[in-house]
């Protein structure tokens, strides 16, 4: 008895979570191709900016530990 309702405690914040899963995917649609192009751009823009500032900071602490 003791053990259902720990069960049932459990389960009601996953029942709220799951609930507003499936409402997003309600709502979510396929973006057309336009705009999928546009954020493949912009996130591959992103991370070359990340990669570039990355690449920067590892060359300055090697030079400066090593000479």
Do not use: D
């Amino acid at each position: 008895m003791r053990k259902r309702k720990w069960i049932e405690r459990a389960k009601r914040p996953l029942e709220g979570s799951i609930q507003e899963i499936v409402r997003i995917l309600r709502v979510a649609r396929k973006p057309e191709r336009e705009e999928f192009t546009l954020m493949l751009k912009v996130c591959s823009l992103g991370l070359v900016v990340l990669g570039v500032y990355s690449f920067i900071i590892l060359y300055l602490f090697f030079v400066l530990l090593v000479h």
